[in-house]
């Protein structure tokens, strides 16, 4: 067996021996019976963004067989407001890469996540994730590169405050013990999501820290590697269901709203993107940003207004969105600027050989500068639905490679500077703003929606449906 495999931290793939890509049904029925796998649960992402539970008990192999091939039905009007209850029986079948070990049951548990399909066993067209894969197959067939992403998760953890050793008010970035109060809960957390399948960049303190009435929240982030945008999509979702199921065993408040104090720093959810030719980024060229990244974020300040209709989904969402949180409040993007929509972070594209710098025994240590570069959208939040934000932004990107003078566009929203300092007022007036709220998100979205609609990724009744839920407010 492969080194790596063997040494994983997901016990599936140290058992099975193989990436979670190449699990087969047969590979998930062996796990069960080697491991005397008692409950099979199936998961899956309703309207409400959380992850929905059907339970089978591994009562004989016939079943698990019957289960895992052709999945089991569900009342889809329940789960999705735009599915007629007349009409809403769906099927739910498992996607055995998706396949992990529950972290949290008592009884040896084996959780899947599923995608939905109609009565004539076709995937549901408005089902999210099958709108993200939509998204994705026609940003390919369009520009021929493979997109990648991943999630920034920011929460805060919420506790009891103590008495010693705590951190000044919104200075809480990268604490460590006893300062940061709740790093082992963030670890732990770590530690299961990796273990749940999550490819994990690190997890760190974030700025946000303050007390109120004897409660101390502490704002926490978790950060992940990037891949395929779907599986990016999948470990998100498994990681809030951890994250919040850990909360409830430690008797913590856990909370990933986007503002829950005026002044204090607000939670996002940050994607990162990144474009593949096979499998080499193309996301720099001769050591500068490539022209296709720069196609692909002429699509996201096209469609940035429109984007909020799936990042940024309650009316608290928009009180983040103000000057001088390091939030974004207008449509630009810069190099390692934090008052931008989009960010283009350092991406270890020098030449200088740090290593040794720091490590002088490592003079002789030839190596190549490793190609992580990505391109950071700042405006999603905690209230997202993942898939369908994702789906967004790999929409927007494919029409940013359709439209006429992507470079130009990419060039005019360029700025280098602190747009909310005095002396940049007039370049800040100059440039288009973010909704300040939901019916303007929902105008933006109504307006652009021709641009998600084209090809048949996004359905129409759902476009209708969040037009409808975000006008409510």
């Given at each position: 067996m492969d080194k790596k495999l063997k040494n994983s931290i997901n016990p599936l793939v140290k058992a099975i021996g193989k990436y979670p890509k190449d699990f087969t049904k047969k590979d998930i029925i062996d796990y069960v019976l080697d491991n005397e796998i008692k409950i099979i649960n199936f998961r899956y992402v309703a309207n409400d963004h959380r992850l929905k539970t059907l339970n089978f008990p591994v009562t004989n192999l016939d079943y698990l067989d019957t289960i895992l091939t052709y999945g089991e039905r569900v009342d889809g009007s329940s789960l999705f407001p735009y599915i007629a209850a007349d009409s809403s029986d769906l099927y739910v079948v498992p996607r055995f890469s998706t396949a992990y070990l529950d972290p949290f049951a008592e009884i040896p548990t084996l959780g899947i996540l599923c995608s939905f399909f109609t009565k004539d066993g076709h995937p549901l067209e408005s089902s999210p994730e099958y709108i993200l894969r939509k998204a994705h197959k026609e940003f390919k067939l369009q520009t021929g590169l493979d997109f990648h992403a991943m999630g920034e998760l920011e929460f805060y953890v919420i506790g009891d405050r103590e008495e010693l050793f705590n951190t000044p008010d919104q200075k809480g970035y990268h604490e460590s013990t006893p300062y940061s109060k709740f790093e082992f809960f963030r670890t732990e957390a770590m530690y299961l999501i990796a273990q749940a399948g999550g490819e994990i960049k690190y997890a760190h303190s974030e700025v946000g820290n303050f007390t109120i009435d004897n409660k101390i929240y502490e704002q926490n982030e978790i950060e992940f590697l990037t891949t395929s945008v779907v599986e990016a999509a999948d470990q998100l979702v498994i990681a809030q269901w951890i994250l919040r199921t850990l909360a409830h065993r430690y008797g913590l408040d856990l909370s990933f709203e986007p503002k829950i104090a005026e002044g204090k720093a607000g939670s996002g959810l940050h994607f990162h993107t990144k474009l593949l030719k096979g499998d080499e980024s193309i996301m720099i060229k001769d050591g500068v940003l490539s022209n296709e990244a720069r196609c692909a974020?002429?699509?996201?300040?096209?469609?940035?207004?429109?984007?909020?209709?799936?990042?940024?989904?309650?009316?608290?969402?928009?009180?983040?969105?103000?000057?001088?949180?390091?939030?974004?409040?207008?449509?630009?993007?810069?190099?390692?600027?934090?008052?931008?929509?989009?960010?283009?972070?350092?991406?270890?594209?020098?030449?200088?050989?740090?290593?040794?710098?720091?490590?002088?025994?490592?003079?002789?240590?030839?190596?190549?500068?490793?190609?992580?570069?990505?391109?950071?959208?700042?405006?999603?939040?905690?209230?997202?639905?993942?898939?369908?934000?994702?789906?967004?932004?790999?929409?927007?990107?494919?029409?940013?490679?359709?439209?006429?003078?992507?470079?130009?566009?990419?060039?005019?929203?360029?700025?280098?500077?602190?747009?909310?300092?005095?002396?940049?007022?007039?370049?800040?007036?100059?440039?288009?703003?973010?909704?300040?709220?939901?019916?303007?998100?929902?105008?933006?979205?109504?307006?652009?929606?021709?641009?998600?609609e084209a090809k048949g990724v996004f359905p129409k009744e759902l476009i209708d449906a969040t037009i409808k839920k975000l006008s409510s407010y």
């Open positions: 974020i002429a699509g996201y300040m096209k469609c940035a207004a429109s984007l909020t209709a799936f990042g940024n989904c309650e009316p608290n969402s928009y009180f983040r969105l103000v000057p001088h949180q390091e939030a974004p409040t207008t449509i630009c993007w810069g190099d390692r600027n934090r008052s931008v929509l989009v960010r283009v972070p350092l991406g270890w594209t020098g030449n200088t050989n740090m290593l040794a710098i720091a490590n002088p025994i490592e003079a002789d240590n030839k190596f190549e500068m490793p190609d992580k570069q990505t391109v950071e959208l700042r405006s999603a939040d905690g209230t997202a639905d993942i898939y369908l934000t994702l789906a967004a932004l790999v929409t927007a990107a494919r029409i940013g490679f359709e439209m006429e003078d992507p470079l130009l566009v990419a060039e005019k929203c360029y700025v280098n500077v602190n747009i909310h300092n005095k002396e940049n007022e007039d370049l800040l007036n100059s440039l288009e703003q973010l909704p300040t709220n939901c019916a303007e998100s929902a105008k933006a979205l109504d307006a652009a929606r021709g641009y998600y």
